[in-house]
């Protein structure tokens, strides 16, 4: 064989497996951005079997107002008794989420296959999104990839009910388990981001943001929320609903989403 038919023939072997390399990328991303929606579908029928409980949806954090929002244990513990295989754990829910009770240890827990299993609270999966690097350090609280929308506004989560700009949660406001006057099909619950991913138990920023309408792009790489797919980021909607928005979604109609009222986008900046 010619120099020039090896040549040629190396090439196409490279380029070959260029193309079966990028191939398993593309699947194995495919798939772990389902295993992402099914998180998030498990939350959204932990939010509703929440709802069906205490006839109506959960605050952003749990009740306890001695403590400010920022100290209290976030909305994500009130829905582990309601999500199977989650953590059964004693949070001191008077207490701050990094205080010593509430600091990670080992829970037993249930497997599919209803064998029982011993995991640790910084090892918690079920919020994270598999394609997200960030994770938490050994020995400290799981974190979360999934936020609460509060609606629009650095400080939405802290207006009344009444208030304009507010979205599903609020730190001391709590939805009717009665239909959402825009349409629970139309209102954001839950976002996946990438940035400042923060501990699942703490109250605040880490678990529950409004729309920074001064700060970054909203989707996408570099961006308030998402930047953890392709093109895309998984959304979580107040019906339960999950939904893959483009990155490219309007601003504009990315904050009528974040509305539990259609079309008020007038919360201060």
Partial sequence: MRIVE??????????????VLVGVIRVREAAMRVTCADHLKQLGLAVHNY??????????????????????????????PFVEAAPRLPFEKSKPWDAEE?????????????KEREAYLGDYSLWLCPSNPNQAAPGTPSLTHY????????DAASRPADAPGIGFFGYDRALPREPIKKGSSETLMVVETGLDN?????????TVRGLDQDGPRYLGRGGQLGGIHTAGVNTLFADGSGRYLSEH?????FEGMALVAGGDSTAER
């Fill in 6 to 19: 090896v040549v040629v023939l190396v090439v196409i072997l490279l380029l070959g497996g260029c193309l």
């Fill in 51 to 80: 709802a069906d409980t205490f006839s109506q949806f959960p605050s952003a954090t749990v009740s306890e107002k001695s403590l400010p929002p920022e100290r209290r244990l976030s909305w994500l513990v009130d829905m582990t």
């Fill in 102 to 114: 509430n600091l990670p240890h080992w829970y037993r827990y249930e497997d599919k296959e209803g």
């Fill in 147 to 154: 936020v609460g929308i509060a609606g629009l506004g650095r």
């Fill in 198 to 206: 923060g501990p699942w138990t703490a109250g605040g920023y880490p």
């Fill in 249 to 253: 979604t309007s601003p504009r109609v």
